[in-house]
């Protein structure tokens, strides 16, 4: 069974940073990385940045570029990984809920459709 379990959020005012945890043992299922999206009521989600399962590769949407940052470790209880986003220069309009996800694709996918394992989210909210 995969498990990915985000964590990290809460509320914080415009300017501040978080930094989101995703810890996951979808890596035995998993061909390409973990992607970071976030959701707002009524809202599709909107694709954030992917990272290689290695780390060497990432992709960021122009929306966050600059400001979002993904990393990845591998956990010594392996094939658990723990993902990162770290969020500098935060505005209220980052207001959502993240969520970390896992693509069986091999190339590294910015639609949610084409990704087939999800966490639960963690809201991240943004004052003015």
């Known amino acids: 069974q995969v498990h990915l379990v985000e964590s990290g959020g809460g509320l914080v005012q415009a300017g501040g940073s978080l930094n989101l945890s995703c810890v996951t043992s979808?890596?035995?299922?998993?061909?390409?990385?973990v992607g970071w999206f976030r959701q707002t009521s009524g809202q599709a989600r909107e694709f954030l940045g992917v990272?290689?399962?290695?780390?060497?590769?990432?992709?960021?949407?122009?929306t966050v570029k600059g400001r979002f940052t993904i990393s990845i470790a591998v956990s010594e209880d392996y094939p658990k990984h723990t993902a990162y986003l770290q969020m500098n220069g935060l505005k209220p309009e980052d207001t959502a809920v993240y969520y970390c996800?896992?693509?069986?694709?091999?190339?590294?996918?910015?639609?949610?459709?084409?990704?087939?394992?999800w966490g639960q989210g963690t809201q991240v909210t943004v004052s003015s």
């Open positions: 979808a890596r035995t299922l998993s061909t390409y990385g």
């Open positions: 996800a896992a693509t069986t694709h091999n190339y590294p996918p910015t639609d949610s459709r084409e990704y087939d394992y």
């Open positions: 990272i290689s399962w290695n780390g060497m590769y990432t992709d960021y949407a122009e």
